[in-house]
């Protein structure tokens, strides 16, 4: 591991490999909204989609990671033609900051190193980024540029982020235990 | 495979014929333009606009059916909410209420609310429409050189691009890996699984998806390396035309349409424009 | 005097996170204008060898360096990679991670683009580069509407702008089928021959890039050359037997006759000279081999008059009928797209048939669920990835057992069982990412036998895999059908297999069935072959050009091969 400062790793290196794996999670992000989400609220879904902008930030960084989960959500309203909501987009990248972090707290999925320390940080963060993304970020867009009641704007944003919070605990943790596992090379194996 | 609602080539109409240039900074600038007022005015005549750009584009009705149903629903549900939390947004607006009628002392139906939550509507549906009409008349190509050309920097216009490409091959997998978990005996039909289950399933799904589409990552990055991605400060698009006479009329629009926001906005923030209109 | 391109000196290369070299003390020198194969068994390097050449190494791949490389007369460290792109181009071996582009036009003109060339001057090069490889007509096309082998022909297409002086291809043909593999060699010799260039291949299929001269063949194992010589010189050796590469079938049919090869054009199925070894072929054919006739089983499937459309304007398949009995090995084959994925995919009730009857043991099948169908037959996916969900073997074996619901001592006893009969119980504790392709491969295939199937599809089995792998998976599948009687099913773009290792072929072509018949029959029906793309192999050629029957001939080949192997 090389010495990188915090600053360093928040905005990763951006080389054609962060580039394409950031293009790649956009495109999941976009497929995983369309296909695999079951909506709940107007302008909210349960998705896992979120997953995504976790494991780009685990491999390349927060800031991929919020490039990708921004672009994602553009790409999705892109092919499913329903319109941009650019208020959203603006949240989801505001919240891939936060989920995505994980080199900053030293769990480094490629690596295979992702501990019962590192998940709670995790999960703190994930209830923090969501709470500012959809309860402050999208709120202030949408109130912004699209006027009207705030209370209904609060509510969905109420929603949309114990939705994806569940979604970021609960499949977001098995995952990237998952994929850390998978990553940590198996030593000293013999077969039985 | 490709039931996505993007063309991956451009058509044959005024619109699919602009340069990517032009479209983006359009659509651009027709948003900012929808932002930033509430006012029928302004929003009526782009209202036209976007559906009769829809009908010049001549998209597959089956296609956007759906689409516009779902979100007229949602907004008109969205409006409902609306009047249901707070039915005197007109008072907040405009300052003033006319009871139209009254269904109690608190819910009272007035014509300032209705106008205002009709000019809303009217401004949601009108930016879905010109996003639908944009989307239908771009390609992703033309989208990253129309980003490019707005000095966005070309490694975030690959990205936009290279999303697209892979989409397809994503979406593939996808209905590969669910096919194949069904018949190791995952259920997914929602009818007969109950929530928590449907998503400990998708799960099962999501594992071997993020790990084929990351897997992919180091060859495609060595194939653009190899073509020399990266290696000046500028690049050039393929895709991208040189400006035709329909480029330079709808530059003049959009230039002066920009103005006219920029002048707009300034009235608004120094000189009291009003961001609403009621003519009664 | 002959100007060397490529001079590897003294070279060793090792992988950051390696602990021994993986390229050692290479010392190769490869002249303009020469058409070098790179041979080799999976994981001794080449791909390595391939980095050095285009620059990847060191630019994308970390460690160490020792010895000179000079490709063009650049010393490769100390270039760029921009550099040594214009000098090298190179076709990846997965044609869709080398399609970057939106269309075949914005891919052709890739290199173009990062150059920053105006768009005036792009257009007529990206029209002349695809005009070379015909795809001219294409440049509006999207990456998913073109087969495989359209593909690859942008591909080419795509590295030919710079004079560049080197093409490198890196397994080209894994993904194409027969004819189009054929199509692929004779274009890159077109090229070859027409631009001038220096071309390095590194391919398996040995037989099938001989269809076209090659000046040199270099081979390589654990990261050392241990031959650099002419084609003949290497068939007449018995070098690739050693390190687990597949002769061509001819040069074994000869062998197997017992002729004793001469160093003159044996390379070339065409030009050898077949006259010294006439006899000795005839006589051995005349030797018959007892071979085992099978009493017919029962029918476990079938399919009536089965029609099916995605979209209901757009029929896919198309009065299909066929039987499936107990016990038999078939091999579906037919070219891209003719629908063999989608009558898997009904055959497992994953889809159903909007027309005709599918019958289960005599039932019809449309009573049952996808999980119910699932217990009868199995089905296993080209790639491993795309099955393998769990972190340890053991329980992702175990998973289609949990998901049945099975009691836990019915799941343990399965799961050992099946990862007995994979030969990887030993290993059950380990993590999935310890193992290898071919392994991996085996272990779904255990997690689909743990829910005792009788029938299993196996969708592309071998593709992409160096012929070791290919011969374990293979004699596999082979013992659990003969010791536990299992049905398979092979959807393949190989004959070799269908030819060695299966019993029936079903053929289709554009939705319909236009074939069904014993392997040796349908490859010598050229009708077959030209409508579902297949290719005759090199033991027809050597029958008809020694007058001997064609499939009986081919059969005669595979009872000895079979023979062989049993002993
Ligand atoms: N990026 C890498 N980091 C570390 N080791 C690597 C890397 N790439 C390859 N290796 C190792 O180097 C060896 C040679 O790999 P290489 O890919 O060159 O084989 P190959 O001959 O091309 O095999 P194949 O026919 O399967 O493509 C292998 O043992 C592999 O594990
Ligand atoms: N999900 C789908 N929706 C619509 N069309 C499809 C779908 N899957 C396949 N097709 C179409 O059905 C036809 C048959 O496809 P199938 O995958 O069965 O071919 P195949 O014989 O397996 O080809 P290959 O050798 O390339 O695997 C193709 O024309 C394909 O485009
Ligand atoms: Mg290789
Ligand atoms: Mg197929």
């Not at chain 1, 867009?141 to 929603?159: K, M, N």
């Not at chain 2, 994503?170 to 069904?182: E, G, L, P, T």
């Not at chain 3, 990261?223 to 040069?251: F, V």
């Amino acid at each position: 591991m090389s010495k990188k400062t915090t600053l360093e790793k928040f905005i990763g290196v951006w080389n054609t490999k962060t580039i394409v794996g950031v293009a790649i999670g956009a495109a999941l992000f976009g497929v995983l909204m369309n296909f695999g989400s079951i909506r709940i609220f107007t302008n909210t879904s349960l998705t896992t989609a979120m997953v995504v902008p976790v494991i780009v930030g685990g491999l390349f960084g927060p800031l991929p990671a919020a490039v990708a989960a921004g672009v994602g959500n553009v790409i999705a309203d892109l092919i499913s033609g329903s319109g941009f909501w650019f208020d959203w987009s603006i949240g989801n990248a505001f919240l891939g900051l936060f989920i995505g972090a994980l080199p900053l707290y030293g769990a480094y999925i490629e690596d295979g190193i992702f501990e019962v320390k590192h998940m709670i940080i995790y999960a703190i963060l994930c209830v923090i980024g969501c709470g500012i993304s959809f309860g402050l970020v999208t709120p202030f867009f949408t109130y912004l540029w699209y006027g009207g009641e705030l209370t209904i704007t609060l509510y969905q944003s109420v929603v949309g982020s114990i939705s994806n919070i569940i979604v970021l605990l609960v499949i977001g943790i098995p995952v990237l235990k998952v994929l850390a596992s998978r990553n940590s090379r198996g030593r000293n194996l013999k077969a039985e | 495979m490709n039931n996505f609602i993007i063309n991956l080539i451009p058509g044959k109409t005024f619109l699919h014929q602009l340069s990517g240039t032009t479209k983006v900074r359009l659509f651009f600038v027709l948003i900012v333009y929808l932002i930033m007022s509430f006012d029928l005015r302004l929003i009526l005549p782009v209202f036209i606009l976007g559906i009769i750009g829809l009908i010049s584009l001549r998209p597959k009705l089956k296609s956007v059916r759906y689409i516009i149903i779902f979100v007229v629903v949602m907004n008109l549900v969205n409006i409902l909410l609306y009047y249901l939390a707070n039915p005197h947004l007109g008072m907040l607006y405009f300052g003033h209420e006319t009871i139209w009628f009254q269904f109690n002392d608190y819910y009272i139906v007035t014509y300032e609310e209705v106008w205002f939550l009709l000019s809303r509507f009217l401004k949601m549906i009108a930016s879905f429409l010109i996003s639908l009409d944009f989307i239908l008349a771009i390609t992703p190509s033309e989208f990253a050189a129309g980003l490019y050309s707005c000095k966005v920097p070309y490694k975030i216009c690959t990205i936009v691009e290279m999303a697209f490409r892979y989409i397809p091959d994503i979406a593939r997998d996808y209905q590969n890996i669910k096919v194949s978990m069904q018949a190791r005996g995952v259920e997914l039909d929602p009818k007969k699984t109950g929530l928590l289950k449907r998503i400990k399933q998708n799960i099962l799904i999501l594992i071997p998806l993020v790990i084929t589409s990351f897997d992919r990552i180091g060859n495609i990055s060595n194939a653009m390396d190899l073509r020399g991605f990266g290696k000046g400060k500028k690049r050039s698009y393929y895709a991208e035309h040189e400006e035709t006479p329909n480029d330079k009329k709808v530059k003049i629009v959009y230039i002066l349409l920009g103005l006219f926001v920029v002048g707009y906005i300034i009235g608004r923030i120094f000189f009291n424009v009003s961001e609403v209109w009621y003519p009664f | 005097m002959k100007k060397p391109v490529i001079e590897f000196k003294d070279f060793s290369f090792r992988y950051k996170s390696q602990t021994e070299d993986t390229l050692k003390h290479i010392n190769l020198t490869i002249y303009e204008g020469e058409k070098v194969l790179l041979l080799g068994p999976s994981g001794c390097g080449k791909s390595t060898l391939a980095h050095c050449i285009n620059g990847l190494i060191p630019f994308s791949y970390d460690g160490e360096c020792q010895g000179s490389c000079k490709i063009a007369s650049l010393e490769v460290v100390q270039s760029s990679i921009f550099q040594l792109s214009s000098q090298v181009g190179t076709v990846l071996q997965d044609s869709d991670a080398q399609f970057v582009g939106l269309s075949v036009g914005e891919d052709i003109a890739y290199a173009l683009e990062n150059e920053n060339m105006p768009r005036e001057e792009m257009i007529p090069r990206v029209y002349q580069s695809a005009k070379m490889v015909d795809m001219h007509e294409f440049l509006n096309h999207v990456p998913y509407d073109l087969s495989g082998g359209q593909k690859q022909r942008v591909a080419l297409a795509g590295i030919m702008h710079d004079d560049v002086k080197i093409l490198l291809f890196d397994e080209p043909l894994a993904a194409l089928d027969p004819m189009m593999g054929n199509d692929a060699i004779d274009l890159i010799d077109r090229i070859y021959r027409e631009q001038k260039k220096t071309v390095v291949i590194i391919e398996h299929r040995l037989e099938d890039v001989l269809y076209r001269h090659v000046d040199r063949v270099i081979l390589l194992q654990e990261g050392k050359i241990i031959a650099d010589m002419t084609p003949d010189e290497l068939l007449l050796s018995p070098l690739l037997k050693e390190n687990g590469i597949r002769e061509p079938l001819y040069i074994t049919a000869l062998k197997n006759a017992g002729c004793q090869l001469q160093p003159d054009h044996i390379s070339h199925i065409q030009d050898i000279d077949l006259e010294p070894y006439r006899q000795q072929l005839i006589d051995d054919f005349h030797q018959s081999i007892p071979s085992k006739p099978q009493e017919p089983q029962d029918v476990i499937i079938e399919v009536k008059d089965l029609s099916f459309a995605y979209q209901s304007d757009h029929q896919i398949l198309d009065n299909v009928s066929f039987e499936i009995r107990k016990g038999e090995k078939i091999a579906i084959v037919g070219k891209n797209g003719a629908g063999k994925s989608t009558i898997a995919k009904l055959l497992c009730g994953i889809l159903r048939p909007t027309k005709g009857q599918i019958l289960l043991k005599g039932q019809d099948y449309m009573q049952y669920s996808i999980k119910e169908i699932g217990g009868m037959i199995g089905y296993v996916m080209q790639n491993p990835n795309q099955m393998i969900v769990k972190d340890m073997i053991k329980d992702e074996v175990a998973l289609g057992l949990t998901l049945h619901d099975y009691s836990k001592e019915d799941i343990e006893k399965n799961v050992e069982e099946a990862l007995k009969m994979c030969n990887l119980y030993a290993m059950r504790n380990w993590p999935v990412s310890a193992l290898s392709y071919g392994q991996k491969k085996r272990m779904t295939i255990a997690s689909i036998l743990a829910m005792k199937p009788d029938v299993m599809i196996l969708d592309e089995p071998t593709a992409g895999q160096d012929y070791r792998v290919y011969t374990e998976i293979m004699t596999f599948l082979d013992y659990l059908n003969k010791e536990y009687g299992i049905t398979i099913l092979f959807i393949t773009h190989d004959m070799h297999l269908a030819i060695e290792y299966t019993d029936r072929a079903i053929v289709f072509s554009e939705g319909t069935c236009i074939g069904d018949d014993s392997v040796f029959k349908i490859l010598s029906d050229e009708d077959i072959i030209q409508r579902a793309h297949l290719k005759q192999t090199s033991l027809f050629t050597l029958a008809k050009r020694i007058g001997l029957p064609c499939d009986a001939f081919t059969q005669h080949f595979i009872e000895h091969e079979r023979m062989n192997r049993h002993e």
